[in-house]
């Protein structure tokens, strides 16, 4: 594992194990995903090469921002796949992943309440080798007259794990290139979102906010009106293009890239603000931050990451503090352009020499108290 030109050796994680956060589980031979691409089953047929060329012909400028390469995408990522990923992070940072937790992946029914099948379905893949899945974030949409019922039904599927909340992706945005993720502006503060959410506070679950940056806002207000619920905010608050162009004409120029880094900067001190939000680093290799759209990945190795998200890390680091911050892989969406130790190692490149107790719990006491974990 390299580490930044001058830092020495790569620091060591002084934990017994890591929690991550945010990984999707998936096995299209299972079940249906309303997240799938177009024409998947072409692309999980065909050899990687053949389905990156069909991909970059054929996706939308949207999917291709997201995904880059479909190869991690379409085919089943399962816990003996994380394992496997995680190889090498013991040599490399001293400790290995010891537990994860599943966010929802777009399962498709006709019930009402279907979404809660794929909690059972994950909690029973606890019974395969691999890494040990700790805990659950389901899909609930509090709309939904169902909605007090279908988080019933998460948490009684729920059986070797923990069901630990829900999460609505909510990214909107005004370059007509970049995927917007749900059907209505300004979700989170719609009056039948609110009516329902007041469900999830009285299960005493938490909630994943899923937005682009400059929908922070929501967020907050969000945190506002209910503090005794627990938000946890996706990668980093998604400043999308902040290091390269994205869509149509995001992150176009030097000085584009400077104003959302500036407004970014702003907005998670303002989310930092409300002491029920928790900051989730991760998505730290997705590629909607602008690193590039070659399949074979954008990022040449650990050093280059840490120079780019590094200061990222850090600013959240300082506004939220040691105890409101959480780690996630984000994989295996980010697997297209780092590693799972490029991740972990660039987090340590910039926490190691705050001290082991910072390092802990961001890479697991935080997300055993936030996600309810059992040890």
Known sequence: MSSPAGHGPPPRAAVPGIIDTHTHFWDSGAFDRDGGLPGSTTYRLAPNVIADLLFAARASRADRDVIVTPRHVVRPYLPPDHRADAEGLLDAVGATVDGVVHVASSWTGHSPLHAATESAWIDSLNELPGTPIAGLVGFADPRDEVFAALLDAH?????????????????RHPDPEVRDWCDEDSLYQSPAFLRGFRHLAERGLIFEACVYADQTPDVVALAREFPEVTIVVDHLACPVGIFGPVGRHTGRSAAARA???????DQVAALADCPNVVMKISGLGFALLGYGDQADGNIADQSVLTDMVGPLIARCVEVFGPDRIVFGSNFPIDKANASMVMLVGSVLDVTGSLGADLVRNILRDNAIRVYGINT
């Open 259 to 265: 104003s959302i880094r500036a407004r970014w900067r």
């Open 155 to 171: 948490i009684a599927a729920v059986v070797h794990g923990r069901f630990s909340g829900i999460r609505i992706v909510a990214g």
